[in-house]
């Protein structure tokens, strides 16, 4: 039993706010799916509302970390897949349930969140190369995954004003597989992650 708890005696505190990134996360990711069994909107609406309580968990965790001056490896690794969780699968997750269901528009969800993925990878490995003297690293190289938090209140604008399923804004284009214009937005978000120009100060 003390073995199964020596991982656990291992977390520091902001590790448990990354944690708590991925519950949130996660719980949107559930209700989208609970959406698409019932089709009631303040259940969705409840889960486009954890992906804002996820940033906060994730900015939070940060802080944490630097001012107790305790982080690890363990705490690098569980930031980035929390973020994969609240900030790339549960947007995606949630577009899905909001209607963007042709083909098309799971290729492009798809792609998004192999952005997403792709972008916190790189970031991990390049983080040495990109720090300064004082080992804080400057910039980043690409739009950060948790940006994808403006799709999300996008998506939550729609949901409220009842624009869900046939009524999704600026409808459906059949080009062989349906696409949906409004996840375009993905794309875009998607390339700007893993953008080598772009390149934006980190706080």
């Given at each position: 039993?003390?073995?199964?708890?020596?991982?656990?005696?291992?977390?520091?505190?902001?590790?448990?706010f990354?944690l708590?990134?991925?519950?949130c996360?996660t719980?949107?990711v559930?209700a989208a799916?609970?959406?698409l069994?019932d089709?009631?909107?303040?259940?969705?609406?409840?889960?486009?509302?954890?992906?804002?309580?996820?940033?906060?968990?994730?900015?939070?965790?940060?802080r944490?970390?630097?001012?107790?001056?305790?982080?690890?490896?363990?705490?690098?690794?569980?930031d980035?897949?929390?973020?994969?969780?609240?900030?790339g699968?549960?947007?995606?997750?949630?577009?899905?349930?909001c209607?963007?269901q042709?083909?098309?528009?799971?290729?492009?969800?798809?792609?998004?969140?192999?952005?997403?993925?792709?972008?916190?990878?790189?970031?991990?490995?390049t983080a040495?190369?990109?720090?300064g003297?004082?080992g804080?690293?400057r910039?980043?190289?690409?739009?950060?995954?948790?940006?994808?938090?403006?799709?999300?209140?996008?998506?939550?604008?729609?949901?409220?004003?009842?624009?869900?399923g046939?009524?999704?804004?600026?409808?459906v284009?059949?080009?062989?597989?349906?696409?949906h214009?409004?996840?375009?937005?993905?794309?875009l978000?998607?390339?700007?992650?893993i953008s080598?120009?772009?390149?934006?100060?980190k706080?």
């Amino acid at each position: 039993m003390k073995r199964h708890f020596s991982m656990i005696r291992d977390f520091h505190l902001a590790d448990w706010f990354t944690l708590a990134n991925a519950f949130c996360g996660t719980g949107a990711v559930f209700a989208a799916m609970r959406f698409l069994q019932d089709g009631r909107p303040i259940g969705l609406l409840r889960g486009m509302a954890l992906i804002p309580l996820a940033f906060l968990f994730d900015a939070l965790d940060g802080r944490i970390a630097r001012w107790r001056r305790k982080s690890s490896a363990l705490g690098r690794e569980l930031d980035s897949l929390a973020d994969v969780i609240s900030f790339g699968v549960a947007p995606a997750a949630l577009a899905y349930a909001c209607g963007m269901q042709g083909g098309w528009d799971w290729v492009i969800l798809s792609y998004f969140v192999c952005c997403g993925v792709s972008r916190l990878a790189r970031y991990n490995v390049t983080a040495e190369s990109l720090s300064g003297d004082d080992g804080k690293v400057r910039y980043f190289e690409g739009t950060p995954i948790p940006t994808s938090l403006v799709l999300v209140v996008v998506l939550a604008l729609a949901a409220w004003q009842g624009h869900l399923g046939e009524s999704l804004w600026f409808g459906v284009i059949d080009l062989g597989w349906q696409l949906h214009p409004l996840v375009l937005m993905f794309a875009l978000s998607g390339s700007l992650m893993i953008s080598k120009t772009l390149h934006i100060p980190k706080p």
